[in-house]
């Protein structure tokens, strides 16, 4: 069975950090591009960043860009999100999601829920003072 579990959430001050980790089960990460998304209450999941199978590129909404990085130890079968410079704005329950390989196409495909088969069960971030 493939599994996807989050750790690394809760509570941070304004302008702290926090590290989220996606660890998989029964499948290797690396043949599968892995995002992150989240949602926060009362609005739809978003996509947050990406990181696509093979090469590890990587692609970010432009709310985090600059403060989140999302990278993959494949020794792990693990990737993670460093978010820094957190804003209350980015609390939610952050998800991390697998699909398939999608080529050229991934630049525009990343944030459609609908592209990812596995899901992992979800890890609340809340920034607050």
């Known amino acids: 069975q493939l599994h996807l579990v989050e750790s690394g959430g809760g509570l941070v001050q304004p302008g702290g950090s926090l590290r989220l980790s996606c660890a998989a089960s029964g499948f290797t990460l690396d043949y599968y591009v892995i995002t992150w998304f989240r949602q926060a209450p009362g609005k739809e999941r978003e996509g947050v960043s990406c990181?696509?199978?093979?090469?590890?590129?990587?692609y970010y909404a432009d709310s985090v860009k600059g403060r989140f990085t999302m990278s993959r130890d494949k020794a792990e079968n693990t990737v993670y999100l460093q978010m820094n410079s957190l804003k209350p704005e980015d609390t939610a329950d952050y998800y991390c999601a697998a699909g398939p390989a999608a080529g050229s196409r991934l630049k525009t495909l990343w944030p459609q829920r609908t592209w990812y088969s596995y899901w992992g069960q979800g890890i609340q971030v809340t920034v607050s003072s």
């Open positions: 990181i696509s199978s093979g090469d590890g590129s990587t």
